[in-house]
């Protein structure tokens, strides 16, 4: 057994066609090559494929009839995939030409205006995402802002990462990627008004990427998020501005940005009004730190907001929080399902897929933070374990976490693959906190789970370890010796000890 405490490294976090149809196998000039796919996104084209409409079919379902703009983040699909899946759902059944792609600047030095990609295609696993000609060059000459700087996008992921949910949903709509270099107020308001010009009477829909703060706590993020998407939904340019504004000069530890996507939401906010929208709807908010068990104290936000026609009002109900249980009361059946049903889930959407579920439907009992284990049995063997033991984090989380982490980065075994995961036993154990005893002889073989540290070096065993292997109290805590890489008998002095208890269960218990 294994405990995890750093996050999930294999995504980065960052913490990303005919003529006729969009997509195919012709290739068009100045194709704009994927330069972030297998990083911020699967680079098997099936296997891309399966990950957007996953992430589609599990979005928020379509409130919005009118859609004429979306807010969506841009990090990695394992992070942010499904809150920016929540925004593309509520524009799905619109039949769309163009999309203009709203990206923010990354790379570019250089880039103080506004780089418009003018012809060719973005390309992706799926295909080649042809760019609509007349639209960009339309922009190029209505806007001074803009110029023809293809090399300014070459290494942007803003846009990039929206491309793949645009060939699944909108296979007939061309793209127009639009990089803007400094949330520039004045500048995004030129912009927007000349897309407002130029898409008036066109099936377009327009597309602001953009993360929300870096790098604060969690609950910090969660507090900075919120004001920032609620302002976000009013549509005041000037209003989000002097919001962003205030919120950065407030003392938020670790805060270095309330929306690395300013510009392209300014942009957005100004065009959307010139096409007649009217209010804003927060469709769905979650942090690094709601999708993956990590470092809570550092965490990255995602908001999706959509920009509607007609009557209503800014809308952000999304950001109301379920109440989770107030204490670790004992899980019931149907919990215990649930978590084991989460942790299959998880393995598997990350073998074949590259991402994880949310966990936002489980139960509000599993919001409650603890830690866990996930083992994995192969016919009764050992086939992985890994734990998370700090109680910072739901526990529904950490155990989907927990079950990717075994799965593939136990280095005991080769990582699993997706065949072997339907002969695989799943066994869950959800943690007490850990209490520290003054002496080995508190240990009550069976029932306590036990951590020892000692010259800088930990290892810890499960409950139900010692029972398995049959062994007494004294081998018990020499094969823990030998696991931190100590000697055997160095529990006799100068170390230190832990206890937890655990609510073991397993998948054949509830077949």
Known sequence: M??????????????????????????APETRPPAWAGQFYPSDRAQLKLAVRQLVEDAVPARVKTPIALVVPHAGYLYSGQIAA?????????????VVILGTNHVSEALNGISVYPRGAYRTPLGDAIVDEAVAGA??????????????????????????????LFPAARIVPVMIGRPDPEMCARLGRALGRILKGRRALIVASSDLSHFPGYQDAVDVD?????SVAGMDPGGFDAKISALMSQYYRGLGTCACGAGPILAAMSASKALGATYGVVMSYANSGD?????????????????????????????????????????????????LRFARSSLERYLSAGIMPLGRSLPSRLQYPQGAFVTLKQEGRLRGCIGYMAEDTPVGVAAGYMAVQAGVNDSRFPPVSLKELAGLEIEISVL??????????????????????????????????????????TEMLENLCVKAGLPSDAWKSGAQFRIFQADVFSEHQFK
């Open 2 to 27: 294994k405990t995890m405490r750093t996050q999930l490294y294999i995504l980065p976090l960052l913490l990303a066609c005919c003529i006729n149809s969009g997509i195919g196998e012709q290739k």
């Open 226 to 230: 919120r004001q920032t998407l609620e």
């Open 86 to 98: 929540d925004g593309y759902r509520q524009a799905a059944a619109g039949n769309y030409d163009v």
């Open 139 to 168: 922009l190029l000459a209505e806007d001074p802002d803009c110029s023809a700087d293809t090399a300014a996008q070459a290494k942007e992921h803003s846009i990039e990462v929206q491309v793949p949910f645009i060939q699944h």
């Open 291 to 339: 999708v993956v068990a990590g470092d809570r104290s550092r965490v990255v936000g995602y908001g999706s907001v959509v920009f509607a026609a007609g009557p209503g009002e800014p809308d952000v109900k999304a950001l109301s929080r379920p109440a989770r249980t107030a204490t670790a009361t004992p899980l019931q059946p149907d919990e215990k399902k649930a978590l």
């Open 432 to 473: 007490t906190p850990m209490k520290p005893i003054s002496e080995p002889r508190q240990i009550v073989l069976g029932r306590d789970g036990v951590a020892i540290q000692k010259a800088g070096r930990s290892a810890v065993f499960l409950p139900q370890v010692a029972t398995e292997q049959k062994w007494s109290l």
